[in-house]
């Protein structure tokens, strides 16, 4: 629990004595709730918009009424709609307060305590659901002292309120965006504000909160929930931080998440892309159109030491390892054509200083100099754009395989096959690839994974058919799916590439006995 007093989006802490005022957005109001329980408070959240007013009742923190001043969402409305109470009775109750209607409703039979409590339960959620979708939200809270109320106070139920509010909240998508951002895993809090295990989840959601193990990130346990499923698994996700449940590692900030920093860090983020975004295209346009002396932004006459200065300086100004990932990916073309200007700028500028060195009769010395410089540029700028792009790539595919084997070896072989598919996107020629990419789908027992986990297997022997372990995996897999003549035909191409190969001979021996 928190010593310190939550502060809202005025700036004022729930601690502070009268009447706190202000405006949030609904992304804050789960912020307030979770702040004011934090510090127990106990009093009445009173929101507001467009004449509007709707109650929070809070004891120690946790939701113990709801109430609203639009009549579709009182207790009578809500006992007629679920046919607890006929329409003619609910008129004569006109006028009363929920807490009054509970009590009638009690006194004549008409409802049993459980049934009440399950009704003021509902009435609460759609309370707090519509506030959420609230574009901005005038509040005001008072500490003081609550009567019992209609809810026994839960903070499990409080919760679970909110999470479920979160799944309608409006202006979620700049924090979707923020979550998939994130480069931080997910970890459960440190604090224990709720018992988790006392949440009543649904399986997606169950399952989600167990991809929450220190190590793995939002947009890698989404790329885990069918399409149709993110947005409600991002919600959910998002509720547990809110409500300080989970949270990232490293940190954000101090505490429980507040939306503002997690937003915060994401603008700054587009705002250095789009500052980079800008500065990369108005230099590719100088580079296509602008003179040599204009690329390397040098004066006429500069000396050989400014003219190789200029281009250093440019060159590493726009090497793509500066630019933030988006840049680099949106922009590839263009930088590398800004490369290969920058160079063919430096040979022309020193080709005309070599040019003017021999006809002034300079120094063999110098000349000898251009020249090894102009050699080793030129040698630079034969490199084809089809060559680097590749090399790229290669690059690119051979980053996601390191990260397949590393989830391999750990056994998490959902995202190995996702990381595999990323590289072999990249690049379909690396036969480690297609192997490890093969003994991952096999762990599913699916005919369609094992079809295809065959013919992973086959492209690894196809690409390295020299390579006796390739051979080796096949037969296993063929023996694990009962075709034994298939399985020891690649046992014995194994042994007459490596007769001395140890697997391949014990395999096939170990076959031979199960088929007697």
Known sequence: MSGEGATLPDGTEANAPAVMRGFFSPPELA???????????????VLARSGVEKRIVLDRGMILTASSSLPDERLSALLVET??????????????????????????GLVTPETLQAANRELAQRILTALFRWEEIEYRFNESPVTAGLLQANVVASFEMIIHALRSMVGFEPIREALLRQDRALRLSDQVYLPVD??????????????????????DVLAQVPPAEED????????LLILGIINFTP???????????????????????????????DFYLLAREGSPLAILGIEEGASPDRIKAAYVDRKERFHPSRFMNKVRHDLREELQIIEARLLEAFLAVREQKLGAARAAGSSTERVVSLDLDSLAMRKELTKTEKQSFEEERARSAEQ????????????????????CEFATAYSDKNAQVFSLLGQSLQR?????????????????????????????????????????????????????????????????????????
């Open 31 to 45: 912020e307030v709730i979770r702040d004011l329980y934090m510090d127990e408070k106990t009093g009445t959240l």
């Open 400 to 419: 996601f395989f390191a990260k397949a084997r590393d989830y391999f070896k750990i056994g998490d072989f959902f995202n190995c096959i996702r990381y």
């Open 232 to 239: 409600v698994a991002a919600r959910f996700l998002f509720g």
């Open 198 to 219: 006392h949440l009543m989840l649904v399986p997606i959601e169950g399952f989600l909160l167990s991809r929450v193990d220190g190590q793995t990130k939002v947009r």
């Open 83 to 108: 046919n607890l109470m006929r329409p003619e009775e609910a008129e004569t109750l006109t006028g009363l307060d929920d807490a009054r209607v509970a009590e009638v409703a009690a006194s004549r």
């Open 251 to 281: 940190a954000i900030a101090p505490g429980p998440l507040r939306c503002r920093d997690l937003v915060r860090g994401e603008e700054e983020k587009k705002r250095r892309e789009e500052r980079e975004l800008t500065e990369v295209r």
């Open 444 to 516: 599913n027992p699916d005919y369609r994974w094992q079809k295809r986990a065959e013919a992973a297997l086959l492209r690894a022997a196809e690409l390295e058919p020299f390579n006796p372990a390739h051979l080796v995996a096949l037969g296993h897999f063929y023996k694990s799916h009962g075709l034994y003549a298939k399985a020891k035909k690649e046992f014995e191409k194994a042994l007459e590439l490596m007769p001395s190969h140890a697997e391949a001979r014990s395999s096939l021996k170990e076959l031979e006995k199960e088929r007697r």
